[in-house]
Nanobody
Framework: QVQLVESGGGLVQPGDSLRLSCAAS????????MAWFRRAPGEENDFVAG????????YYADSVKGRFTVSRDNAKNTVYLLMHSLKPEDTAVYSC??????????????????WGQGTQVTVSS
């Protein structure tokens, strides 16, 4: 059974930073593409950032490009999302998702069958 557990969320002020972690188990982590999605209040899940199975390719939504960095540590079966210069619009539940390496666009949420419960990020002054 694949299990993804996110952590690191919290309440911060605009301009602050947070680092989210997603610990994976029940899968051969090194063979999976990993991605972060977020759901703001009253909205659908949106792609935030992704990293390919090899770790060589990263992808970002335009809204977070230059502020967020996604990385992975295969030895720890963990993917990270480092968030700088947080804005109120970043407020959302952030979830980590996994899929076996694929040629489909990494932002396509329908290609992911496993996801965690999510961690809340609230950016407010």
């Amino acid at each position: 059974q694949v299990q993804l557990v996110e952590s690191g969320g919290g309440l911060v002020q605009p301009g602050d930073s947070l680092r989210l972690s997603c610990a994976a188990s029940g899968l051969t982590f090194r063979l999976y593409d990993m991605a972060w999605f977020r759901r703001a209040p009253g909205e659908e899940n949106d792609f935030v950032a992704g990293i390919g199975w090899s770790g060589d390719n990263t992808y970002y939504a335009d809204s977070v490009k230059g502020r967020f960095t996604v990385s992975r540590d295969n030895a720890k079966n963990t993917v990270y999302l480092l968030m700088h210069s947080l804005k109120p619009e970043d407020t959302a539940v952030y979830s980590c998702r996994a899929r076996l390496r694929s040629g489909s666009p990494i932002y396509s949420i329908s290609t992911y069958n496993s996801w965690g419960q999510g961690t809340q990020v609230t950016v407010s002054s």
